[in-house]
């Protein structure tokens, strides 16, 4: 089960390149209702020039920096100043300003992962466009109404802010449960063979693997125990045999290859090590108390070297396997 600051993570990383967006598309919109102003209108261009700046670096923290939910709310602000900053001389200003609050306000719900984030962003936006009041009316009067204006739009904010991240949540879920699917062997719950494959070949392209070694174990007289005491009760054997593997090698990756047949990889400790591992998991599957008969099993160990790929391992592992079988099971063999 993911923690919950897993989750967390996880949706940021997923709204991201949303925020992302959005920020650029606020340095456009500045860009655009600059080169849109009246001739007429004086602008301190270097003010100008110095917040585009100071927004530009505000993004690419907020891309690079894991708290990124600060530094989106400072671009959001940033460029709000510039808006308001060009919209000051105009005639028009309140209605202008009021458009954009009310704009900027909505554009911004989807991006936050909280919704309090979400309030003081928005909050903030409508205290820069009104000068440090949350009413702005375009033609004076009506505060009532524009109090009515500024909380409407904030609560239709806080509705999508809440929709959206329900949206991203589920999506995580989703996904969460296709790669539980993919990669998740139904019946035992430990990995399958092609997760237990991917995890081997990503830690060989990233260490050295001179000392790694691969154990194959196979459930000794499984076809019996299904056909003596039934399917529901084998399963269960596979359940037991799998978490004690698991408890076992709790660190390294292990999965179930097929049928009766398990794999763990050992990423150091040689031949040594793996005998021990091989030798305690064995102990414990003894100890299981599944059915009126003792569980065994047996274990094929083969020893990595540098110009062996993890195919030709296995084979080695699978000889050694049969080896063990053949030296009468409960008992693992080195190839």
């Known amino acids: 089960m993911k923690s919950k600051v897993t989750r967390v993570n996880e949706f940021r990383a997923l709204i991201k390149p949303l925020s992302l967006g959005m920020q650029l598309g606020g340095i456009f919109l500045v860009e655009i ?10 602008y301190d261009n270097r003010q100008l020039i110095f917040l585009a700046a100071l927004t530009i670096v505000s993004i690419f923290a907020s891309w690079k920096i894991a708290f ?30 009021a458009v ?19 309030i003081i962003v928005s909050a903030g936006i409508w205290l820069i466009f009104g000068r440090g009041s949350l009413i702005a009316t375009p033609f004076g ?3 009532n109404w524009a109090w009515l204006s500024v909380s409407t739009v904030i609560l239709v904010g806080i509705f999508l802010n809440a929709l ?8 995580i879920l989703l ?31 990233a260490r050295d693997m001179s000392s790694a070694c691969l154990l194959m174990l196979d459930i000794d007289n499984f076809k019996r ?48 090590r793996a005998a021990k591992v091989a030798d305690q998991i064995l102990a414990q599957i003894r100890k299981l108390n599944v059915i009126d008969r003792r569980i065994t099993a047996s274990v094929g160990i083969s020893k990595m070297n540098e110009e062996q790929s993890f195919f ?13 079988k053949s030296r009468g099971k409960d008992c693992f063999a080195v190839f």
């Open 33 to 42: 209702a600059w080169f849109l102003a009246e001739d007429s209108y004086k």
């Open 225 to 272: 125990i299904n056909d003596d005491f039934g399917h529901p009760l084998g399963d269960e054997v596979l359940q037991q045999v799998a978490q004690t593997i698991r408890r076992t090698v709790a660190d390294e990756p292990c999965g179930r290859l097929g049928g009766e047949e398990f794999g763990i990889f050992l990423t150091q400790g040689g031949e040594e």
């Open 175 to 205: 996904r969460d449960k296709l790669v539980d699917l993919a990669f998740t062997d139904a019946l035992t719950g430990i990995d399958n063979r092609r997760k237990f494959l991917s995890d081997v070949d990503e830690i060989q392209g």
């Open 100 to 118: 954009l609050s009310i704009g900027i306000s909505l554009a911004v719900a989807p991006v936050f992962s909280r919704t309090s984030e979400y």
């Open 312 to 324: 030709e391992l296995m084979k080695d592992a699978d000889e050694a396997l049969y080896l063990a």
């Open 164 to 171: 959206f991240a329900r949206i991203h949540r589920q999506s």
């Open 68 to 97: 990124f939910s600060l530094f989106s709310i400072i671009t959001v602000w940033l460029i709000c100043i510039e808006l308001s900053l060009l919209a000051e001389p105009s005639i028009n200003r309140n209605y202008w300003t």
């Open 141 to 143: 009067g009506d505060t």
